[in-house]
């Protein structure tokens, strides 16, 4: 199984803040990456694929990137409602696996 | 698109409880449906997809022999079963629609189910 390890665990921004997220992949999953985003007591919403590509509806302070290995969620500028658990998850192949998640607090 | 699961549950353990989704809004047969579990306060483990047109389900290895994905697509709901019940299984359950790249694009609402005797 592809271990995905996601750091740091937690971190403490303020609003308007850059934010990075870092996810490193066991092997190679080349640009096989998903992040998604999860509210407290709601289900993850989808952010990106393809390690780099915004789903529709995604603001632009939100971007990926990396391939191979490592990899990495950027928000350019911290916003009220994008404090959150963040997720990376590989599709390169079943087991699909996600890392353990960043919880961005205030 | 929608998907909506069912809601929340209590079981002993030993137990058996079934889970169901409910897809709207897209052909359900054209995305396989996954499922995903939380354990309170942890994160997304990964456990089933199902391919919804065949029905054949692929599990991970943690969960082999002990959960069931099926699908009734004449009302476009997958069903996740899992079987003997243990504490550890207290999680909140959900589906979600998977395009042929493995993106889980849309997701339930999630369904807890609590293991207490």
């Known amino acids: 199984d592809i271990q995905m390890t996601q750091s740091p665990s937690s971190l403490s921004a303020g609003v308007g803040d850059r934010v990075i997220i870092t996810c490193r992949a066991s092997?190679?999953?080349?640009?096989?990456l998903l992040w998604y985003q999860q509210k407290l007591g709601e289900a993850p919403k989808f952010l990106i694929y393809?390690?780099?590509s915004l789903q529709s509806g995604v603001p632009s302070r939100f971007s990926g990137g990396g391939s191979g290995r490592d990899f990495t969620l950027t928000i350019s500028s911290l916003q009220p409602e994008d404090f959150a658990t963040y997720y990376c998850?590989?599709?390169?192949?079943?087991?699909?696996?996600f890392g353990q998640g960043t919880k961005v607090e205030v | 698109v929608q998907l909506v699961q069912s809601g929340a549950e209590v079981k002993k353990p030993g137990a058996s409880v079934k889970v169901s989704c409910k897809a709207s809004?897209?052909?359900?047969?054209?995305?396989?449906i996954n499922w995903v579990r939380q354990v309170p306060g942890q994160g997304l483990e990964w456990m089933a997809w199902?391919?919804?047109?065949?029905?054949?389900?692929g599990y991970s290895q943690k969960f082999r022999g002990r959960v069931t994905v099926t699908r009734d697509t004449s009302i476009s709901t997958a069903y996740l079963e899992v079987n003997s019940l243990t504490s550890d299984d207290t999680a909140v359950y959900y589906c979600?629609?998977?395009?042929?790249?493995?993106?889980?694009?849309?997701w339930g609402q999630g369904s807890l189910v609590t293991v207490s005797s």
């Open positions: 199902m391919n919804p047109i065949t029905g054949n389900p």
């Open positions: 809004g897209y052909i359900f047969t054209n995305y396989e």
């Open positions: 979600a629609r998977t395009t042929n790249s493995g993106w889980f694009d849309h």
């Open positions: 092997q190679s999953i080349t640009t096989h």
């Open positions: 998850q590989q599709s390169y192949s079943t087991p699909w696996t």
């Open positions: 393809g390690a780099s």
